[in-house]
């Protein structure tokens, strides 16, 4: 993204009109969303190290091997006593050295116990809320302000992709420069020139990753995501053969802040318990509860961390997952959902990565990759992103101050009497009805800037 926050005029051959126009804006959107960009690549670190360093559920708990271990049951019961609430969701061990993990409610809040399989002892518990990677993730998505920050979030994302589009254009090679001088920075240079050389060239390079981590993070958001683009891209609950539905839906399963329902299943429907309806699952006769729906789910294939969701009311039904991304699994594509009837055993519903919408699968490998959860190779690459993003605002900045002219903010000017180009102009439509909250600020901005002086926003005629 080229010369944010850069306050003179271009050269002279790059004064054109269009380049000034689209330079203002790039100026505004960079300094509306540098602020959050920065907040994003900040919290986004911290969920890398909350799902790397430590799990999704703090940090990680070893124990040790080869001793016989207590019933799953027993060691729910153990959790439950230990802060006095439900059992919700047990998480299996992802290897013999690691603790079961339980999330029991208690007190309206989930908390997190860790048990020792070995004679079922409760090794740590604590409020979910208290995560490292919880209380970053409520700020990414929230800024802790609830649905307020969610649209404030939607609203920067939005702009975000604004300033890459802008960014592009001024980044463009003009003045007789080169695709190979504008893709490499001149270190030679000094001062803001070379704040500026970096800016350009590293804008470039981050630019097709920001715009994955924008569209990525939009899907989570309450307008855009949820309810236009999560809404043509759920699992459709007809497709199951004539199974019982329940009012809940797959985001019942989630808790709190944290969305741990794979996008394309969130707004399905849960199926319900108490029918002769579903396929052959637990062995007829058999008690069912955590141990035996655990052993049936390593019987069908779930060999990685899984987990299983306890039945919530009377048509409640034990829901077995995996997914990437929640750290259950080390493939993008291996996410796997079974329903089972609390009463029956028989599998009521299962979805797959094969079920999905293409929406749903770009979902379930973006937000895997958005996490840095497939590998360290992965979360390399994501705090070297983040750290570069945060660069690239401080470089904008850097670059604005010092150029900003003395007791004025210093915003590029359009030229004398400019007109919006027609294709500009339908640009900006475009981007307004695919992104609502961000075409309302475009509006916004538009009204106010339309109502400046002529003074405050136009060159000279001889500048023009």
């Given at each position: 993204?080229?010369?944010?926050?850069?306050?003179?005029?271009?050269?002279?051959?790059?004064?054109?009109?269009?380049?000034?126009?689209?330079?203002?804006?790039?100026?505004?959107?960079?300094?509306?969303?540098?602020?959050?960009?920065?907040?994003?690549?900040?919290?986004?670190?911290?969920?890398?190290?909350?799902?790397?360093?430590?799990?999704?559920?703090?940090?990680?708990?070893?124990?040790?091997?080869?001793?016989?271990?207590?019933?799953?049951?027993?060691?729910?019961?153990?959790?439950?006593?230990?802060?006095?609430?439900?059992?919700?969701?047990?998480?299996?061990?992802?290897?013999?050295?690691?603790?079961?993990?339980?999330?029991?409610?208690?007190d309206e809040a989930p908390h997190v116990v860790s048990v020792d399989p070995n004679g079922a002892k409760v090794l740590d518990s604590y409020?979910?809320?208290?995560?490292?990677?919880?209380?970053?993730?409520?700020?990414?998505?929230?800024?802790?302000?609830?649905?307020?920050?969610?649209?404030?979030?939607?609203?920067?994302?939005?702009?975000?992709?604004?300033?890459?589009?802008?960014?592009?254009?001024?980044?463009?090679?003009?003045?007789?420069?080169?695709?190979?001088?504008?893709?490499?920075?001149?270190?030679?240079?000094?001062?803001?020139?070379?704040?500026?050389?970096?800016?350009?060239?590293?804008?470039f390079y981050l630019s097709v990753v920001l715009v994955f981590f924008l569209v990525s993070g939009l899907s989570w958001t309450g307008i855009w995501g949820t309810e236009m683009t999560q809404a043509w891209s759920t699992f459709p609950a007809e497709k199951w053969d004539n199974v019982p539905l329940s009012d809940k839906t797959h985001a019942s399963m989630n808790h709190g802040a944290l969305e741990e329902v794979p996008w394309g299943l969130e707004q399905t429907p849960m199926p319900a318990s108490g029918s002769?309806?579903?396929?052959?699952?637990?062995?007829?006769?058999t008690q069912i509860n955590l141990d035996t729906v655990a052993a049936f789910a390593k019987s069908i294939g779930f060999d990685e961390q899984f987990r299983i969701n306890v039945p919530s009311g009377e048509e409640g039904v034990y829901t077995i997952s995996a997914d990437s991304m929640d750290g259950d699994t080390t493939s993008p594509t291996g996410d796997r959902t079974v329903h089972i009837d609390q009463y029956t055993g028989k599998i009521l519903a299962e979805v797959g990565y094969a079920d999905y919408s293409m929406?749903?699968?770009?979902?379930?490998?973006?937000?895997?990759?958005?996490?840095?959860?497939?590998?360290?190779?992965?979360?390399?690459?994501n705090i070297v992103y983040c750290l570069s993003v945060i660069f690239m605002c401080v470089s904008g900045m850097v670059m604005w101050w010092k150029r900003r002219p003395?007791?004025?903010?210093?915003?590029?000017?359009?030229?004398?009497?400019?007109?919006?180009?027609?294709?500009?102009?339908?640009?900006?439509?475009?981007?307004?009805v695919v992104f609502p909250?961000?075409?309302?600020?475009?509006?916004?901005?538009?009204?106010?800037?339309?109502?400046?002086?002529?003074?405050?926003?136009?060159?000279?005629?001889?500048?023009?």
């Open positions: 993204m080229a010369s944010t926050f850069e306050t003179s005029r271009p050269d002279a051959a790059n004064s054109t009109r269009l380049y000034r126009a689209i330079w203002r804006w790039h100026f505004y959107a960079g300094l509306i969303v540098a602020p959050f960009l920065i907040v994003l690549a900040l919290t986004g670190m911290v969920m890398v190290y909350g799902n790397s360093v430590e799990t999704f559920l703090g940090p990680k708990r070893h124990v040790a091997v080869g001793s016989e271990r207590a019933r799953i049951v027993e060691q729910a019961a153990a959790a439950q006593a230990a802060v006095g609430g439900t059992v919700t969701m047990y998480v299996s061990p992802p290897s013999e050295d690691r603790a079961s993990l339980f999330i029991v409610e208690a409020l979910r809320e208290d995560t490292w990677f919880y209380w970053a993730n409520e700020i990414h998505g929230t800024l802790l302000i609830g649905d307020i920050g969610d649209r404030i979030m939607e609203i920067a994302a939005g702009l975000g992709l604004v300033l890459v589009l802008t960014g592009l254009y001024l980044w463009w090679p003009r003045n007789g420069r080169s695709f190979i001088q504008v893709l490499v920075p001149r270190f030679s240079a000094t001062g803001r020139a070379l704040w500026k050389e970096l800016h350009v060239t590293l804008g002769n309806a579903g396929a052959a699952g637990l062995p007829e006769g929406a749903a699968k770009a979902m379930a490998v973006g937000i895997a990759l958005h996490q840095g959860n497939l590998g360290l190779w992965n979360t390399v690459l003395v007791g004025s903010l210093g915003a590029p000017l359009y030229p004398r009497d400019y007109r919006i180009p027609r294709g500009i102009l339908g640009i900006a439509v475009v981007v307004a909250l961000t075409g309302l600020s475009i509006v916004a901005f538009s009204i106010i800037d339309f109502l400046l002086p002529r003074r405050m926003k136009e060159v000279s005629s001889q500048g023009a």
